[in-house]
């Protein structure tokens, strides 16, 4: 089992900034990939950016230029840097992380309680 801890959501106005941070714990032996997905009301939920075990970092393109994802592997944290933010990144933010476990062959996959985001004048 895997516990993940986010943090770092609130409400901020157009072009200011926000950093998320999410802490993976647990019983895991490797971190395939973690990053952050995103659903705004109405819509489905959307990869945001991911960071791979090979240090590949993906963006959707909405956001490339913008935000920046880095990971601290000792503590298994990833954050998401938020810049130049606007209304349409408003939305309930959630962290996400596959791992390999102890005996298994396959990869688990993980959601965060998701944390608010709204960006408003």
């Known amino acids: 089992q895997v516990q993940l801890v986010e943090s770092g959501g609130g409400s901020v106005q157009p072009g200011g900034s926000l950093r998320l941070s999410c802490a993976a714990s647990g019983r895991f032996v490797s971190m395939e990939a973690m990053g952050w997905y995103r659903q705004a009301p109405g819509k489905q939920r959307e990869l945001v950016a991911e960071?791979?075990?090979?240090?590949?970092?993906m963006y959707a393109d909405s956001v490339k230029g913008r935000f920046t994802l880095s990971r601290d592997n000792a503590k298994n944290t990833v954050y998401l840097q938020m810049n130049s933010l606007k209304p349409e990144d408003t939305a309930v933010y959630y962290c996400n992380v596959r791992v390999g476990v102890v005996g298994r062959l396959e990869i688990y996959e993980y959601w965060g309680q998701g944390t608010q985001v709204t960006v408003s004048s």
């Open positions: 960071i791979t075990s090979g240090a590949s970092v």
